[in-house]
């Protein structure tokens, strides 16, 4: 079993900083992606900042030069340092993890981000 927990949701301002970290335990020999993901009210989930051993750290465009993920590899932890936040920022921030060379995806129960005007 491999569990996901994210945790560091809130309101703030627009123009505001919020870190959101994304902690995966159980089963996992190899960690082979983690990553953020968000979805807005009637939106599609998307990627924000996503992790691949097979490459690197993959930014959604909105969001390059104001997010910064950084990534434990003992830990098999990512936070999500968010920044210069707007109001369509808005949305429930999903972690996504793969582990052990598997196609099945683990995902957390989210957190809300609220960035107000």
């Known amino acids: 079993q491999v569990e996901v927990v994210e945790s560091g949701g809130g309101l703030v301002q627009a123009g505001g900083s919020l870190r959101l970290s994304c902690a995966a335990s159980g089963s996992i020999y190899v960690l082979d992606t983690i990553g953020w993901y968000r979805q807005a009210p009637g939106k599609q989930r998307e990627p924000v900042a996503v992790y691949s051993r097979f490459g690197s750290t993959t930014y959604a465009g909105s969001v390059k030069g104001r997010f910064t993920a950084s990534r434990d590899g003992v830990k098999n932890t990512m936070d999500l340092q968010m920044s210069s936040l707007k109001p369509e920022d808005t949305a429930v921030y999903y972690c996504?993890?793969?582990?052990?060379?598997?196609?099945?995806?683990?995902w957390g129960q989210g957190t809300q981000v609220t960035v107000s005007s």
């Open positions: 996504n993890v793969r582990v052990n060379g598997r196609r099945d995806d683990y």
